[in-house]
Nanobody, 120 residues
Framework: QVQLAESGGGLVQSGGSLRLSCTASGSIASIVSMGWYRQAPGKQRELVATVTTGGVTDYSDSVKDRFTVSRDNAKNTVDLQMNSLKPDDSAVYYC??????????????WGQGTQVTVSS
């Protein structure tokens, strides 16, 4: 199986910065992508940013130009640098990993989540 360990959440004032980190371990061969999703109270979980093994990134429109996702394939880590944070960015942030399975199927794995709170 896959284990994802997150760190770096916390409380920050509006306009501030935080950096989230996630390390994958276990059966992590054939990774498609790693990244971050978030879920605010009463809302669905949504994409924040992902990066494929080949380095292709995908960002939510709401975080483009403020957040940067980066990945170290050798260390199996993915980081999220969050700048110019807004109260609307407050949520539980989940590390995500997508892995190839047999017959071209994929599986999704999630971390336990880390709270990010942005005060106004």
């Amino acid at each position: 199986q896959v284990q994802l360990a997150e760190s770096g959440g916390g409380l920050v004032q509006s306009g501030g910065s935080l950096r989230l980190s996630c390390t994958a371990s276990g059966s992590i061969a054939s990774i498609v992508s790693m990244g971050w999703y978030r879920q605010a109270p009463g809302k669905q979980r949504e994409l924040v940013a992902t990066v494929t093994t080949g380095g292709v990134t995908d960002y939510s429109d709401s975080v483009k130009d403020r957040f940067t996702v980066s990945r170290d394939n050798a260390k199996n880590t993915v980081d999220l640098q969050m700048n110019s944070l807004k109260p609307d960015d407050s949520a539980v942030y989940y590390c995500h990993l997508k892995r190839w399975e047999k017959y071209f199927r994929t599986s999704d794995y999630w971390g336990q989540g880390t709270q990010v709170t942005v005060s106004s």
